[in-house]
Nanobody, 122 residues
């Protein structure tokens, strides 16, 4: 079992920055792919970014490319999402997820956090 706990959410003005963290506990011996997804009100959950265990590969959704940066510190069992130049359309609940394969699709990810709310005001 793997437990994921997100933190760092909140309210920010458009153009501002936030950094999310996802603390990983439990069976951390597997080299999970870690990802961030988000779900805006009334919309389906969508992929944001993933990172491989070694951090050699990252991938971003077009909507956040160039603004968000994913990283991980395996010594601290923590994954981060640095969000810059935030826009009102980035408002959503952000979820951390862990899975066995590189993929932007939800069904690849076995473990999920409870989510953290990001609200970007205009």
């Amino acid at each position: 079992q793997v437990r994921l706990v997100e933190s760092g959410g909140g309210l920010v003005q458009a153009g501002g920055s936030l950094r999310l963290a996802c603390a990983v506990s439990g069976n951390t011996s597997r080299n999970y792919i870690m990802a961030w997804f988000r779900q805006a009100p009334g919309k389906e959950r969508e992929f944001v970014s993933y990172i491989t265990w070694s951090s050699t590969s990252t991938y971003y959704a077009d909507a956040v490319k160039g603004r968000f940066i994913i990283s991980r510190d395996n010594a601290k069992n923590t994954v981060y999402l640095q969000m810059n130049s935030l826009k009102p359309e980035d408002t959503a609940v952000y979820y951390c997820a862990a899975g066995p394969r590189i993929s932007p699709t939800m069904n690849n990810y076995e473990y999920w956090g409870q989510g953290t709310q990001i609200t970007v005001s205009s």
